[in-house]
């Protein structure tokens, strides 16, 4: 497990200076957050791959800038409008296949609309069908304003999808929908792929976590104990730090405090054999 950061902080600085600035602080693992649809041309995903290739950076998520338009394309009874969104979507899968990137993160149909919850389920499934045939999981994450930020919505996913799902934790959403941490990690329990992190103050509900302001250690622990073999990124507002450094040290300091507790864990184990 490591611990990273998303490209998402630095909006609204173009996407891909927000990655050479990752690249060039040292930090080992970054979530590529798309923000237009020139980004998706061949010209700009050239410049991404140049990017990385002299980088030590690995790129361990996409996160598509049509999240908002998901309910548009995924959840309507309009073919044409079907059809449109995996025209989109499979441009995605192709990006993160020419980038390496594994995964895909999908926030899906919006709590308020009167969509089919099973038609929902039906219509990521058929994605994530499209997404394996480029060697990529597409991934549910639980947003706030979305279905899937509901606990109920999670467990009833897993059901009608048969348990072919990914979920991305996302603890700033989970902190938003007003769902207690441990309950949204028992709904996803076993399927999660890929996690966002944040901490939070009284003033500001999305900020650098640290040992402070989240419960790193208890959620470590219980990722490691559940045999959590994913990453993680820092994912925050540009209000939410002062610079680059302070999320890179935070990022280190996670990926250690993890180090520790896992060989602590081991040492645990050696003791009882």
Request: with cysteine; proline share 4%.
């Amino acid at each position: 497990m490591e611990c990273g950061i998303s490209t998402a902080c630095l909006y609204p600085q173009d996407t891909a200076e927000s990655l050479r600035a990752v690249c060039a602080a040292g930090v080992g693992t970054t979530e590529i957050f798309l923000n237009t649809f020139s980004e998706l041309d061949p010209a700009y995903i050239d410049r991404l791959s140049e990017i990385l290739r002299g980088a030590q950076t690995r790129v361990c998520s996409l996160h598509p800038f049509t999240s908002a338009l998901e309910t548009f394309f995924f959840a309507a009874e309009y073919q044409g409008r079907l059809e449109d969104g995996l025209r989109v979507y499979r441009r995605y899968f192709e990006v993160c296949r020419l980038l390496g990137i594994p995964r895909v993160v999908f926030h899906g149909d919006f709590l308020q609309t009167p969509y089919p919850f099973e038609k929902h389920c039906a219509h990521y499934v058929l994605l994530r069908q499209m997404a394996r045939s480029y060697g990529v999981e597409f991934c549910q994450e639980n947003v706030v304003r979305c279905k899937c930020g509901k606990p109920e919505y999670i467990r009833r996913m897993r059901e009608c999808t048969g348990g072919d799902v990914s979920f991305v934790l996302d603890v700033k959403q989970q902190r938003r929908a007003k769902v207690p941490l441990w309950e949204i990690m028992d709904a996803m329990q076993g399927n999660i792929s890929h996690i966002h992190l944040s901490g939070e103050t009284p003033e500001n509900d999305c900020v650098t976590p640290d040992e402070n302001n989240f419960p790193l250690r208890a959620f470590l622990t219980r990722l490691m104990r559940e045999g959590y073999r994913g990453d993680m990124v820092i994912e925050l507002y540009r209000g939410g730090f002062s610079e680059l450094e302070e999320l890179r040290a935070a990022a280190a300091h996670i990926g250690a405090l993890y180090a520790e507790l896992k060989n602590g864990q081991d040492g645990e184990g050696e003791k009882h054999r």
